[in-house]
């Protein structure tokens, strides 16, 4: 099945500094989608990217496509501790109804 | 706030007992899904209902039977369960199942199920 690699698996950073976390596979990714879960709640959605070289920004958060789509990014400029949690990408796959998650990578801010 | 809602929050059950997860959505969507999750773990697909249909089934153990009575409900029935089905079960929607359209997937709270 479709393998999406995820890394870091864990990041720790002081409030204040960036973080990104990044996702890559070694087949053409289909769509790329980006979920937020905090410690004790569920995945949320927060973007979809679909376009090759496609670039999203939720206010301090930027998401990033591959030109080849074969990878993806998210990062956030300035933490802040409501950034903790843990982030996931996903893509949508060629089977419907199926997303391939990557392992995640959990974040926390030291205040 | 979740659109997507899932009772119980909390299940403790004993291996010879049988229970039912339960899921509601009333957005509109006709694909609904279950999850399982264990901690620091992605979700891991079970089963995939499109328009009241099963349509994807993760060979997943028979102690484990979903249910779609209607477009807006899905149940997950638990029956025999062994200790490592411990986990965080969620139950998530989307407008379908179309590649076309931006399908994200709301998820709901979650079962944390803890079988002794």
């Known amino acids: 099945g479709q393998q999406v690699m995820q890394i870091p698996q864990y990041q720790h950073v002081q409030e204040g500094e960036d973080f990104t976390t990044y996702c890559n596979s070694s087949?053409?990714?289909?769509?790329i989608q980006w979920y937020k879960q905090r410690p004790g709640g569920h995945p949320v959605f927060l973007i979809q990217?679909?376009?090759?070289?496609e670039v999203k920004k939720q206010k301090r958060l930027t998401f990033q496509f591959g030109e080849a789509k074969k990878n993806s990014s998210l990062h956030i400029t300035a933490t802040q501790t409501t950034d903790v949690g843990t982030y996931f990408c996903?893509?949508?796959?060629?089977?419907?109804?199926?997303?391939?998650f990557g392992r995640g990578t959990q974040l926390t801010v030291w205040p | 706030d979740t659109e997507v809602t899932q009772t119980p929050k909390h299940l403790v059950m004993g291996m010879t007992n049988k229970k039912s997860l339960k899921c509601e959505q009333h957005?509109?969507?006709?694909?609904m899904y279950w999850y399982k999750q264990k901690a620091k773990k992605p979700p891991e697909l079970m089963f995939v209902?499109?328009?009241?249909?099963?349509?994807i089934n993760e060979s997943v153990p028979s102690r484990f039977s979903p249910e779609c009575p209607n477009s807006s409900l899905l149940n997950l029935h638990l029956h025999a369960l062994q200790p490592e089905d411990s986990a965080l079960y969620l139950c998530?929607?989307?407008?379908?199942?179309?590649?076309?359209?931006?399908?994200?997937?709301?998820f709901g709270d979650g079962t944390r199920l803890s079988i002794l």
């Open positions: 998530a929607s989307s407008q379908g199942l179309g590649q076309g359209a931006r399908q994200p997937q709301h």
């Open positions: 087949t053409t990714l289909s769509n």
């Open positions: 990217l679909v376009k090759s070289g």
């Open positions: 996903a893509d949508r796959g060629s089977t419907l109804g199926r997303l391939y």
């Open positions: 957005m509109g969507h006709r694909a």
């Open positions: 209902y499109s328009y009241e249909k099963l349509s």
